[in-house]
Nanobody, 125 residues
Framework: QVHLVESGGGSVQAGGSLRLSCAAS????????MGWFRQAPGKEREGVAV????????DYVDSVKGRFTISQDNAKKTLYLQMNSLKPEDTAMYYC??????????????????WGQGTQVTVSS
């Protein structure tokens, strides 16, 4: 049984930083597409950052490029999202997710099978 548990959310002022963690168990995360998604109230869930299993390629939605960094510690089976220069529009519930070894669209939530419970990030102006 795949199990994902996020942590690290909180409240920060604009310009601040947070690092989210996602502890994985039940499978070898190194061979799966792993991603961070977020959902703000009244909005659809959107992909933020993705880690492609082959070659450790990373991909980001335009709104976070240059500010967020996704990484993975395979030994610890933990996925991270370092978030710098946070903006109020980054406020959302953040989820980590795992797909199989391939996806149709990297940022499509429907392509990801396993989800954590989410961690809240609130950025004040």
């Amino acid at each position: 049984q795949v199990h994902l548990v996020e942590s690290g959310g909180g409240s920060v002022q604009a310009g601040g930083s947070l690092r989210l963690s996602c502890a994985a168990s039940g499978y070898s995360a190194s061979g799966y597409y792993m991603g961070w998604f977020r959902q703000a109230p009244g909005k659809e869930r959107e992909g933020v950052a993705v880690l492609v299993p082959a070659g450790g390629i990373t991909d980001y939605v335009d709104s976070v490029k240059g500010r967020f960094t996704i990484s993975q510690d395979n030994a610890k089976k933990t996925l991270y999202l370092q978030m710098n220069s946070l903006k109020p529009e980054d406020t959302a519930m953040y989820y980590c997710a795992a797909a199989g070894q391939s996806v149709n669209s990297r940022f499509n939530p429907g392509d990801y099978r396993y989800w954590g419970q989410g961690t809240q990030v609130t950025v004040s102006s």
